[in-house]
């Protein structure tokens, strides 16, 4: 069963999107989009499906620009959240909600055709990620972007066995279930050819967060989060540093 988020909407609106991290995480998600995206940067409205997309940050985001959002997920509780915020901002009429899953976008929005596709942070809280590709593809015009986020499980596997926790290292899997682990660990390269066959061609990847992750609790407060964001940026499309970000993100455009 995919995951829904209704338990826990609370703790992540206050524990990590009101974070550091949170706000370094959106921060790159924006700069990498507005770097790698062509049609962000013209005046055209875009028509945008945010599929998952939680309280809505980046549908607000890309609403102040102007540009119309169908915002769906899974969880009542993260949208009832995305709707207040959207109202408090004065965007409640550039995004339409959607209590839906992934799954049934095909069924719901039959006449609809997208320019921009999100999928961020959410594959990786489903059975089977290559569900949410097959849903959404179709939804998405010829020529169309694609955005998509999802943990990244090589740096994980590096936490643990920097940590000392040799045996789930190993083993490619934690003793026993985070509430905050992903369910579905991807590795990449087989999620590639998921997006090959579905003719979505990579056009960029970035690392998201790459090193906030390893600061030291006094580090944290220490470091301006500007600095930490400018360092971010510096090397976010450089590899090694590309595949150890805690979350990888990739810009598709269909074929």
């Known amino acids: 069963m995919d995951k829904n988020f ?5 703790r992540l609106k206050q524990n990590v999107y009101g974070s550091n991290k949170g706000k370094i995480r959106l921060a790159m998600l924006e700069f990498d989009m507005e770097q790698g995206i062509a049609e962000l940067s013209s005046e055209g409205r875009l028509q945008i499906l945010d599929a998952g997309g939680g309280m809505g940050q980046i549908a607000r985001w890309l609403a102040a620009k102007g540009h119309e959002i169908t915002l769906c997920d899974l969880s009542a509780e993260m949208l009832a959240i995305a709707e207040r915020e959207n109202v408090a901002a004065g965007l409640n009429e550039r995004i339409t909600l959607l209590h839906s899953p992934i799954q049934d976008l095909p069924h719901l929005l039959t006449a609809r055709s997208f320019d921009l596709v999100l ?3 959410v594959i990786e809280w489903m059975e ?12 998405l015009r010829g020529g169309g972007a694609m955005s998509v ?5 090589n740096k994980l596997f590096l936490k643990w066995g920097i940590n000392g926790q040799v045996a789930s290292a190993i083993a490619g899997k934690p003793k026993k279930a985070q509430k905050l682990t992903p369910m579905t660990l991807i590795e990449e390269a087989a999620f590639r050819k998921v997006l090959a066959d579905h003719q979505l061609a990579i056009l960029s990847k ?3 967060r790459i090193f906030h992750r390893f600061f030291t609790r006094q580090l944290v407060a220490a470091v301006d989060i500007e600095d930490a964001i400018k360092l ?13 970000g805690e979350h990888t993100h990739l810009i598709l455009r269909k074929r």
């Open 119 to 121: 999928l961020h942070g």
């Open 206 to 208: 970035a690392g998201i």
């Open 149 to 153: 986020l999802f943990f990244n499980r």
């Open 232 to 244: 971010e940026k510096h090397y976010c499309h450089e590899e090694p540093f590309a595949s150890l």
């Open 128 to 139: 089977q990620p290559a569900e949410a590709i097959a849903a959404v593809t179709p939804l």
């Open 6 to 10: 209704d338990s826990l909407a609370g």
